[in-house]
């Protein structure tokens, strides 16, 4: 059964940091690639950051740029997110996601999400 938790979230003031990570079990992490996405209340959910299998290349969005950095652990079967000048704005539930080998695919399997709260 394949099956995406996500973990690491909470609050933090803003410039701070966290590690999100994505445990991944039922599969074998190596030949998937991982998204992250995050939805924020009252908006749609939008995709943060993405890495394939394949070479390992990694994507993210406009907004996260420079301040998050994804990556991968296959003998954990871990994906982690590291959020760093944390604002406000990243405020959302955390959701990691696979679907195939490439980010470019869908994504079918979905975690529970993971909330992230940036206030003072």
């Known amino acids: 059964q394949v099956q995406l938790v996500e973990s690491g979230g909470g609050l933090v003031q803003p410039g701070g940091s966290l590690r999100l990570s994505c445990a991944a079990s039922g599969f074998t992490l190596d030949y998937y690639a991982i998204g992250w996405f995050r939805q924020a209340p009252g908006k749609e959910r939008e995709g943060v950051s993405c890495i394939s299998s394949s070479d390992g290349s990694t994507y993210y969005a406009d907004s996260v740029k420079g301040r998050f950095t994804i990556s991968r652990d296959n003998a954990k079967n871990t994906v982690y997110l590291q959020m760093n000048s944390l604002k406000p704005e990243d405020t959302a539930v955390y959701y990691c996601?696979?679907?195939?080998?490439?980010?470019?695919?869908?994504?079918?399997?979905w975690g529970k999400g993971t909330l992230v709260t940036v206030s003072s």
């Open positions: 996601a696979t679907g195939g080998s490439s980010c470019s695919g869908g994504m079918d399997y």
